[in-house]
């Protein structure tokens, strides 16, 4: 399995659908919610929602491709689970935001825990940059 490279396409579809929202949001997320008639506050909220979870998305997708970039040179236990912390973390994070701007009713925890997952990708980017966690050696073709 080859792991830089898993994680720079996810970090290439992921930047892609964040401009995808984005898009979205500046042209078109208004009006779909407009005619839903909901109150004024929760369209609102909605949009607040969406525009926080495409920054959320777009940035976490510029660090997973550092993180896949930085694999193809360097080994490290470390910087591969801040990657799957980071693509869980979305799913929660962001997933769950989507899922309220959609009117989609998840449980309430999915979003803090899909931030906890996050903030503990980038402690596990901390400890892989000090070289604490995993092998951090030259990279050989191939992983």
Known sequence: ????????????????????IGAYHAH???EALAESKLDADVMQSRMDNCELAV????????????LGLAR???????????AVLMCLGLVGFCGGLYASVAGI?????????GG????????????????????????????
């Open 55 to 66: 920054r959320y998305q777009m940035t976490h997708a510029l660090a997973l491709l550092v």
């Open 105 to 113: 009713g998840l449980h309430w925890a999915i979003v803090p825990l």
């Open 1 to 20: 399995m080859n792991l830089p490279r898993i994680w720079i396409v996810l970090a290439g579809g992921l930047a892609a659908a964040a401009v995808s």
């Open 28 to 30: 078109g997320l208004a």
């Open 72 to 82: 193809t040179r360097v080994v490290s236990r470390a910087a591969d689970g801040a």
């Open 116 to 143: 906890v997952a996050l903030i503990a990708s980038w402690v596990l980017v901390a400890l892989a940059g000090w070289g604490r966690l995993g092998n951090c050696q030259a990279a050989t073709a191939g992983t």
